[in-house]
């Protein structure tokens, strides 16, 4: 299996539509991407969705202010899946904001945890 580049959250960056744009340096996707995922309470732009992961030195907007994410960096996690607290509230929350795709971040962590049993 290819090594995956997963975030806090267990989303794959590899499929992540603001990852993918950055990684192209495609300023035509960033902004497609900011005018997807934009909301009245977060206006987005190119510039908001440029995304290295959360393990990288530009984070998508959103990033900036996850409290899963915070909560990582302040226990030294790589990611949830390290954390002693694993499916704590913090995640859950995130991914209920996630929707459908929150089943496959949780595979991806479980599939990481897995690993390190």
């Keep these: 299996m290819d090594e995956k580049l997963i975030s806090v959250c267990g989303i794959d960056c590899g499929e992540c539509p603001a990852y993918i744009a950055t990684k192209e340096d495609d300023v035509a996707k960033l902004a497609e991407v900011a005018k997807q995922w934009a909301s009245d309470d977060m206006p987005l ?15 998508f907007k959103w990033c ?19 954390c ?8 859950n929350e995130s991914w209920k904001m996630m929707g459908e795709s929150a089943e496959t971040f949780k595979a991806n962590l479980d599939e990481i945890r897995s690993q390190r049993a």
């Design 84 to 91: 002693g607290d694993y499916l704590c509230d913090k995640l």
């Design 45 to 59: 732009d190119a510039e908001d969705v440029v995304c290295d992961s959360c393990h990288g030195p530009r984070l």
């Design 64 to 82: 900036t202010q996850c409290p899963t994410r915070a909560c990582a960096v302040e226990k030294s996690n790589h990611t949830c899946a390290d």
